[in-house]
């Protein structure tokens, strides 16, 4: 076992993930469990972050039985964001259990961030590509639980994070554009995610969830398609695995219009999104169908239907969602009388 100068025996243990010369240190009648390293951690926070469960987790163990306490309110990184940007979800969850916290820390991203923008969700596209789909499963359930029990642990889900130059994005925005994931959405909702500024930025002053979400710079298809040249049919296949959360965000009310037609919105974004693929419709269909006046206004829409007066496709589409809107307001105005 290699020892690093200044830190304690357990730690070297630790370190080494040596099980047999943690257990002889943790026995020893001197055995000080409330020991702080040179740098103020503890013995978990030089567990390796790679370190498969069935190693870490066991240490884990041993220590919280041992009355090593874990660091709750950490103002610092700790072991657990470390395992959580690695995608380590099972060791993180242990660390959970023993008493670590979902407390952000300040001067660094968020928690909830880290457990989307990691390796784990290239991990399950592959397991899926190549029909591993129980690995595939288990990792999203482990993904699900570990944001379930971070929230409940005091997580942010409406932390501002800087994405870029000048924009601010929240864990809600990160959910939608990495895991595609509509559980993982849901939960975020139902513990207070905002979607009225889970993303701002300097370019329009309108929601910007769902405007950032189909922008091609920081939208989906920056993220899975544009450096692959995409055919149509690719980029309609990769927007159907985003299809279940948009609509549940379309359900809470997720705005796609602005308060005029000088400003970017969502709906613009996506009647853009022709330029770059002829023919490329498919958003603008799943929008006319599931977009309701809580969504966008048939004002707004009847001044894009002037616009874009040069698209057949896209003014018939533009059209469809307009009839549908102004019937909404008939049969709103209808129960009112």
């Given at each position: 076992?290699?020892?690093?100068?200044?830190?304690?025996?357990?730690?070297?243990?630790?370190?080494?993930?040596?099980?047999?010369?943690?257990?002889?240190?943790?026995?020893?009648?001197?055995f000080n469990p409330y020991l702080r390293e040179v740098d103020g951690g503890t013995p978990y926070?030089?567990?390796?972050?790679?370190?498969?469960?069935?190693?870490?987790?066991?240490?884990?163990?041993?220590?919280?039985?041992?009355?090593?306490?874990?660091?709750?309110?950490?103002?610092?990184?700790?072991?657990?964001?470390?395992?959580?940007?690695?995608g380590n979800f099972p060791v993180a969850l242990s660390l959970l259990r023993v008493g670590y916290?979902?407390?952000?820390?300040?001067?660094?991203?968020?928690?909830?961030?880290?457990?989307?923008?990691?390796?784990?969700?290239?991990?399950?596209?592959?397991?899926?590509?190549?029909?591993?789909?129980?690995?595939?499963?288990?990792?999203?359930?482990?993904?699900?639980?570990?944001?379930?029990?971070?929230?409940?642990?005091?997580?942010?889900?409406?932390?501002?994070?800087?994405?870029?130059?000048?924009?601010?994005?929240?864990?809600?925005?990160?959910?939608?554009?990495?895991?595609?994931?509509?559980?993982?959405?849901?939960?975020?909702?139902?513990?207070?995610?905002?979607?009225?500024?889970?993303?701002?930025?300097?370019?329009?002053?309108?929601?910007?969830?769902?405007?950032?979400?189909?922008?091609?710079?920081?939208?989906?298809?920056?993220?899975?398609?544009?450096?692959?040249?995409?055919?149509?049919?690719?980029?309609?296949?990769?927007?159907?695995?985003?299809?279940?959360?948009?609509?549940?965000?379309?359900?809470?009310?997720?705005?796609?219009?602005?308060?005029?037609?000088?400003?970017?919105?969502?709906?613009?974004?996506?009647?853009?999104?022709?330029?770059?693929?002829?023919?490329?419709?498919?958003?603008?269909?799943?929008?006319?169908?599931?977009?309701?006046?809580?969504?966008?206004?048939?004002?707004?829409?009847?001044?894009?239907?002037?616009?874009?007066?040069?698209?057949?496709?896209?003014?018939?589409?533009?059209e469809q969602l307009y009839e549908k809107l102004r019937n909404e307001e008939y049969w709103n105005?209808?129960?009112?009388?």
């Amino acid at each position: 076992m290699l020892v690093t100068p200044g830190y304690s025996a357990i730690a070297n243990a630790v370190w080494d993930a040596v099980e047999p010369a943690v257990d002889t240190i943790l026995e020893h009648v001197s055995f000080n469990p409330y020991l702080r390293e040179v740098d103020g951690g503890t013995p978990y926070d030089v567990l390796d972050p790679t370190l498969d469960v069935s190693k870490a987790g066991v240490i884990i163990e041993k220590l919280a039985n041992r009355g090593v306490p874990a660091i709750a309110g950490a103002n610092s990184p700790n072991i657990l964001h470390d395992v959580s940007h690695m995608g380590n979800f099972p060791v993180a969850l242990s660390l959970l259990r023993v008493g670590y916290d979902g407390i952000e820390v300040e001067n660094d991203r968020g928690i909830l961030r880290k457990i989307f923008l990691n390796q784990q969700q290239i991990l399950i596209d592959q397991k899926r590509e190549i029909g591993d789909l129980g690995t595939a499963d288990k990792l999203i359930q482990e993904r699900r639980e570990l944001l379930k029990l971070l929230i409940q642990r005091g997580a942010d889900v409406n932390r501002q994070d800087e994405y870029g130059w000048r924009n601010l994005g929240q864990p809600l925005y990160w959910a939608l554009l990495y895991s595609k994931d509509y559980e993982c959405v849901r939960i975020m909702l139902d513990a207070g995610a905002r979607i009225s500024d889970a993303f701002v930025d300097e370019h329009s002053t309108s929601e910007g969830l769902l405007r950032a979400f189909f922008n091609k710079v920081t939208g989906w298809c920056n993220e899975n398609l544009y450096p692959n040249n995409a055919s149509v049919m690719r980029v309609r296949v990769e927007f159907e695995s985003y299809e279940e959360p948009v609509k549940l965000l379309l359900e809470r009310g997720a705005r796609i219009d602005a308060s005029s037609h000088d400003q970017e919105s969502a709906l613009i974004e996506i009647c853009y999104r022709d330029w770059d693929w002829e023919d490329c419709t498919h958003e603008l269909e799943f929008v006319a169908k599931h977009a309701r006046l809580r969504n966008v206004s048939a004002e707004y829409v009847e001044g894009l239907m002037k616009w874009k007066n040069g698209n057949t496709r896209v003014r018939h589409l533009l059209e469809q969602l307009y009839e549908k809107l102004r019937n909404e307001e008939y049969w709103n105005d209808r129960c009112l009388d």
